[in-house]
């Protein structure tokens, strides 16, 4: 079959873009013929044999005025979704001119203003689109009826992570919003001692080391998971790692609280030093707030590497962790809860019970992309 792949919005790489590589690499790997239109290159090549990958490069104009930073730290003001609308714009043009047959375009993200007018506009294209939230309650009704008239057509498909997202989008979408949850990273981890990890990273050795890993965002709650620190016998080293897209910066946190042993290493982490991080780590932290009901990456990238999680009673974080057995809960809100996860991640130090305390198997028989790419395949080929 052919596809093509559209994957702008890659000033946030990190971000979105671990997943079109990894979806590019799992459909090569079927065979599938494949034109890919982005911002930027893969991070890497070497597994995405097996079928033919076209990377067509679009947009490297949005780059020029804003760095990442800067774009990192102005994520969703008015200035970034103007450059978004464009980026998405100009990626899906570039695939729809690519070729006259009728074809299925996949988005990794999409401006869904721009997306509903050409759905309902090329009648001989279907269309599915990652979708990571629901619908925003602030719907104005012409909005409303642009969802509805392109659904109508048959062929939009969103596809989302969590059940809840998808509950949320059915008044709208109907069958054509589906549950695919996110799948593990496809690359195979050869892992490094904990301690050859943290010496490469310049982390302390015989630390108890929770990790914060992705986008620090305004629905994580650090003053709680700082707190907790502080309160907990074991006192944890918390290390920050990645971008600040919003006003939650943990580094200034650390300012107003005192507590010694916390490190925040900002900015866009290289793809090819992610493993060491989980490796250096003893637990890997989503600490968000209560009313979260999404999915997060995390999630599977921690299971991948095999580090259990400490992570919200909230949601999807909830259902995830309790029917895998891949971590810890506790309350939202309370320091006290966490704490306790604290302490008993610190006791569990030594790695083989660790793994006899929590099991990674049933993440890897039930999100993996040989089970999941099924389930996408099927989409990419209807009618």
């Known amino acids: 079959m052919s596809l093509s792949i559209i994957s702008p919005f890659t000033h946030l790489n990190g971000h979105y873009w671990p997943y079109t590589c990894d979806l590019v690499a799992a459909l090569a790997a079927e065979g599938v013929d494949l034109d890919v239109f982005a911002a930027r290159q893969p991070r890497e090549t070497s597994e995405m044999a097996g079928g033919t990958v076209r990377w067509s490069r ?35 043009r570039r695939a729809l001119a690519a070729s006259a047959a009728p074809r299925h375009i996949h988005c990794v993200e999409s401006t869904h203003r721009i997306l509903l007018q050409e759905v309902v506009r090329r009648g001989e294209v279907t269309f599915s689109s990652l979708c990571v939230g629901a619908p925003s309650p602030d719907l104005s009704r012409e909005r409303y009826d642009d969802y509805v008239r392109a659904f109508d057509t048959g062929r939009l498909t969103f596809i989302v992570e969590t059940v809840a997202v998808k509950e949320a989008w059915q008044r709208l979408a109907g069958e054509h919003v589906v549950h695919i949850p996110a799948a593990l990273p496809w690359a195979k981890h050869k892992p490094v001692s904990q301690e050859e990890a943290r010496r490469k990273l310049d982390l302390p050795v015989d630390e108890t080391i929770c990790l914060f890993f992705g986008t620090h965002r305004e629905t994580k709650d650090y003053d709680t998971a700082v707190r907790a620190a502080a309160e907990s016998r074991s006192e944890p080293f918390l290390l920050f790692v990645g971008p600040v897209i919003s006003g939650n910066d943990p580094a200034l946190l650390a300012s107003t609280i005192d507590y010694p042993k916390l490190e925040s290493r900002s900015g866009y982490f290289p793809d090819s030093q992610v493993p060491l991080l989980f490796d250096a780590a003893d637990a890997v932290m989503l600490p968000y707030m209560g009313h979260y009901t999404k999915g997060s990456a995390v999630l599977l990238q921690a299971s991948h590497y095999q580090k259990p999680v400490i992570a919200t009673k909230t949601g999807h974080l909830q259902d995830f962790v309790e029917q895998n057995r891949s971590g810890m809960l506790y309350e939202p809100g309370s320091a006290a809860d966490l704490a306790r996860c604290y302490d008993r991640i610190s006791a569990l130090r030594d790695s083989a019970a660790t793994h006899s305390e929590w099991s990674f198997g049933t993440v890897r028989e039930n999100y993996s992309w040989d089970g999941l790419l099924p389930r996408y395949l099927e989409i990419f080929r209807k009618p």
Request: with cysteine.
């Open 58 to 92: 679009c947009c490297p104009w949005t780059q020029l005025p804003f760095c990442d930073a800067y774009r990192g730290r102005h994520w969703g003001s008015r200035i970034d979704n103007l450059f978004r609308n464009l980026e998405f714009l100009a990626c899906t």
